[in-house]
């Protein structure tokens, strides 16, 4: 077996080939993975709320979007990952819970996917596949060598992005 490294909740964790980031449990979290293909490296960070500068306790930078990808980049770019090449998947963001309201308090998933897409964006940094929304959770595993996102839910086939 390749070396597993599990990625918490509010967690963000490097590593290079051959390597395999794993976080589970995605419900409303977004799972973000940054690849460098040509150096392998990859990074995972599984965020929580989609904005830190909503909260006073906010020291945790790996719980937020913004300041998780943020932090996510500046640890791989110390091991060697170049910033022009680094490229995103993304996992997560689902509606875990069914509402009758259009509360944006019960719209996290979906908030924390657009946080993440905006944030991506800004620094540049292309989106090559997603699999996020729905009313369901994720596991997900990032295997360093070949750039594949492999997504594990209850009841569903296993899918590759």
């Known amino acids: 077996m390749k070396n597993m490294i599990r990625v918490g909740m509010a967690d963000l964790k ?7 980031l794993t976080t589970l449990g995605l419900g409303s979290c977004v799972g973000i993975v940054l690849y ?8 995972m960070v599984h965020v929580m709320l989609p904005d830190s500068t909503k909260f006073n306790h906010n020291e945790n930078k790996a719980k937020y979007a913004d300041t998780g990808i943020e932090s996510l980049m500046e640890n791989m770019l110390g091991v060697g990952a170049h910033k022009e090449r680094i490229v995103a998947k993304i996992a997560g963001g689902a509606q875990m819970f069914a509402f009758s309201s259009d509360s944006d308090a019960l719209r996290i998933g979906e908030r924390n996917v657009e946080a993440v897409k905006k944030i991506l964006d800004t620094k540049n940094i292309k989106i090559m596949a997603e699999d996020t929304g729905l009313n369901y959770g994720r596991t997900i595993e990032f295997y360093t060598e070949t750039g594949e996102l492999l997504i594990k839910s209850v009841g569903k086939p296993d899918k590759k992005i």
Not at 36 to 43: Q, T
């Open 36 to 43: 460098d293909s040509l150096s392998k490296i990859g990074g």
């Open 14 to 20: 490097v590593c290079e080939s051959p390597g395999v």
